[in-house]
């Protein structure tokens, strides 16, 4: 949203969860003080032949914000609206969500301003390799190990390893390969990929909301769910949400939404749209699709709608102290990346609805890279029900670690997030 700096927000909910925290030691604040800053910047030209023959140069970032606890950690994002202040913001929250899930890995975070769907596949393979031979001496499975985000894929992960072995002085062995193959993670199957990676981020979301719900006391009924996003992480979450046993009633992208009150089959819903490439008329109710079914919604209705649980899954600052007052929602399970700005923060936390921020709720995403960083490492390859049991105990952990938290400093669930992590990031700094 224009006018909110991701930047300056990650930094007031750094001072929030700092006031909670034993300032009267001079260390702490020393500590306190260096996590206001990325450790590293890294700003990029990427030059890259299009295909009329001309070159076309590219901005592009990485941001290593914090390696306490290990490597840099976050994926690569591909938006025409990617700022050095939202690579920097998204970094600092990695640091955060790698410590709140416990990984043994700090935060980082990469972009390029570029609207991919403007590039043909050939130019976005040019610009994806540019970008890997760019940042190659700053990244590796001990330095930083970037991943996917939005508008990136496993396809752009394979491109960016691929280039990464091609920039080496000599031919790998088997096992070399392997471990170079743990740089980078999101990658398809067939290149050392994990799996279960796809569907982690709302896998991971749905466990957590089912053990906030429990500590809650708010199960035992079918709840009603409102996803403003239907990208992977918003389809996947609708999916899981619906197969076990929430209504899902609306759903939205960035042109729009849908809304149907007797509750939407994900699954034929997105088929729906891939077929008439937009939401609009995608009433899928049971096994059809009927237009007398539902309504199309704007994005600014969906979060207001009259629902038990509103997952905001698109991009950042999409509850403000503007709309806020309006939400009529029990529960927020925050699956983008900074979606409540700190003013809507304190309004929702007045008002008693229940925030599970990001740094918590999508954490499986990374959870899961992280277990792809140590299968490529070990030179192993889990099996999906062994890679979703970790990943569960890792998020029920994590949400019970909050949940204590907030009952004990008596706040809320944002900042006993941010409490837990830079406990954890403190201790292990230097």
Request: glycine share 10%.
């Amino acid at each position: 949203m224009v006018g909110t700096n991701p930047f300056e927000s990650a930094m007031a909910q750094l001072s929030k969860a700092a006031s909670f925290i034993g300032k009267s030691d001079p260390k702490v604040n020393e500590k306190l003080e260096i996590l206001k800053q990325p450790q590293r910047i890294i700003n990029v030209t990427i030059p890259v032949r299009m295909d009329n023959g001309k070159i076309r140069i590219f901005q592009g970032y990485r941001v290593q914000f914090n390696n306490a606890r290990g490597p840099y950690k976050g994926g690569i994002r591909y938006h025409h609206n990617v700022s050095l202040d939202e690579v920097k913001a998204l970094s600092f929250w990695m640091a955060m969500k790698c410590a709140v899930a416990d990984l043994p890995l700090g935060g980082g975070k990469g972009g390029i301003i570029v609207d991919p769907k403007t590039l043909s596949v050939k130019e976005l393979e040019r610009l994806s390799r540019g970008y890997a031979r760019a940042i190659a001496d700053n990244i590796g499975p001990d330095k930083d190990v970037p991943a996917p985000d939005v508008n990136t894929t496993g396809q752009i992960m394979g491109w960016m390893i691929d280039e990464l072995i091609k920039l080496q002085p000599k031919k790998l062995s088997k096992k070399e390969e392997m471990k170079l193959r743990s740089t980078i993670t999101g990658k398809l199957i067939k290149d050392g990929g994990s799996e279960g990676r796809e569907e982690a981020t709302g896998l991971g979301g749905l466990f957590v909301l089912q053990a906030m719900l429990s500590k809650m006391k708010l199960t035992g009924k079918k709840l009603t769910v409102a996803v403003q996003g239907f990208g992977n992480v918003g389809y996947n979450i609708a999916k899981f949400l619906h197969e076990n046993g929430f209504t899902v009633v609306a759903v939205s992208d960035s042109k729009g939404g849908i809304y149907v009150p007797e509750g939407l089959s994900p699954v034929l819903t997105l088929e729906c749209k891939k077929k008439n490439g937009t939401l609009v008329g995608c009433y899928c109710f049971g096994s059809v699709c009927d237009m007398k079914k539902g309504k199309q919604i704007t994005n600014e209705a969906l979060l207001e709608l009259p629902v038990d649980i509103l997952v905001p899954a698109a991009l950042e600052s999409a509850i403000t102290k503007d709309n806020a007052p309006k939400i009529k929602a029990k529960v927020i399970l925050e699956m983008a990346n900074g979606p409540t700005t700190p003013e809507a923060d304190t309004i929702l936390y007045k008002r008693g609805i229940p925030v599970i921020p990001d740094i918590l709720s999508n954490s499986g995403g990374v959870s899961v890279s992280a277990f792809e960083w140590e299968q490529n490492l070990k030179g192993q390859h889990w099996s999906k029900k062994a890679v979703n049991a970790k990943l569960k105990a890792k998020m029920e952990k994590a949400a019970s670690d909050i949940w204590t938290t907030s009952k004990n400093i008596k706040t809320d669930l944002r900042t006993s997030a941010f409490v837990v992590a830079l406990g954890r990031i403190l201790k292990a700094m230097k």
